[in-house]
């Protein structure tokens, strides 16, 4: 279960992550986001892509067990539930975002449960 999490969760982050960075735009088409100065590719490239990359490399290092898996098991659940919430705060606040992202928020309180079942047991 440790393993699983981590590297579905780091994997998830790694593919991401590398999309934001090598292809923004490509990325902010399907919500309907143009990227139209510098300052917008900047921005999408260090905030998702490098940022995104930095989680999947935690992740996988737990996975790998290059730092300590439970360490990294809290941050999948404290990484992907704060995204999960701020889903849920924008779903309940603005209203239904693209299947897209309704997708990705499943996807991050999946990898949450299951990291939280993770941890609960002995370690």
């Known amino acids: 279960m440790i393993r699983f999490t981590l ?3 780091g994997l998830m982050m790694l593919v991401v992550g590398g999309l934001h960075l090598l292809n923004p735009q490509m990325m902010m088409r399907e ?3 143009v990227l139209s100065s510098t300052n917008h590719f900047h921005v999408v490239r260090a905030a998702y892509g490098g940022a995104y990359l930095g989680i999947a490399a935690l992740f996988l290092a737990g996975a ?3 730092i300590d898996a439970r360490a990294a098991l809290a941050a999948v659940v ?3 539930g704060g995204f999960a919430l701020g889903r849920v705060v924008s779903v309940a606040s603005d209203g239904m975002p693209v299947p897209l992202y309704l997708g990705v ?3 991050e309180l999946f990898f949450s449960v299951c990291a939280l079942l993770a ?3 002995p370690g």
Do not use: N
Request: glycine residues 12%.
């Open 64 to 66: 790998l067990r290059r």
């Open 7 to 9: 590297f579905g969760a």
């Open 78 to 80: 404290l990484i992907f």
């Open 119 to 121: 941890l609960r047991r």
């Open 31 to 33: 919500p309907g986001i």
């Open 105 to 107: 928020l499943a996807a």
